[in-house]
């Protein structure tokens, strides 16, 4: 049984840092991109940030391009999300989703999701 748990939202203020973590069990992690995606309310879902299997290709949305990082651990199974100089309009749930391919920047790619943490940036 897959599963992607992430952790690591909150509550920061403008300028701020968070980092995301998704701890992947059930599935070779090293066989899959990965993907950061997040929803604000009332829109839709948007494409975040990508990486390869192995961590040598990233992709990243013009919006967070420079602020945030993607990684892995695939001896931890775990995908990191580095945001840094947060602004207000990053406030969304954030998911992570494992895909097949090599990766992504299209959510109907991937196979397997979490179930969001909530990131919110306000004064």
């Known amino acids: 049984q897959v599963q992607l748990v992430e952790s690591g939202g909150g509550l920061v203020q403008p300028g701020g840092s968070l980092r995301l973590s998704c701890a992947a069990s059930?599935?070779?992690?090293?066989?899959?991109?990965m993907g950061w995606f997040r929803q604000a309310p009332g829109q839709e879902r948007e494409f975040v940030a990508a990486?390869?299997?192995?961590?040598?290709?990233?992709d990243y949305a013009d919006s967070v391009k420079g602020r945030f990082t993607i990684s892995r651990d695939n001896n931890k199974n775990t995908l990191y999300l580095q945001m840094n100089s947060l602004k207000a309009e990053d406030t969304a749930v954030y998911y992570c989703?494992?895909?097949?391919?090599?990766?992504?920047?299209?959510?109907?790619?991937?196979?397997?999701w979490g179930q969001g943490t909530q990131v919110t940036v306000s004064s």
């Open positions: 989703a494992a895909s097949r391919r090599y990766y992504s920047r299209y959510d109907s790619q991937y196979e397997y």
């Open positions: 059930g599935v070779t992690f090293s066989s899959y991109g």
């Open positions: 990486i390869s299997w192995g961590g040598g290709t990233t």
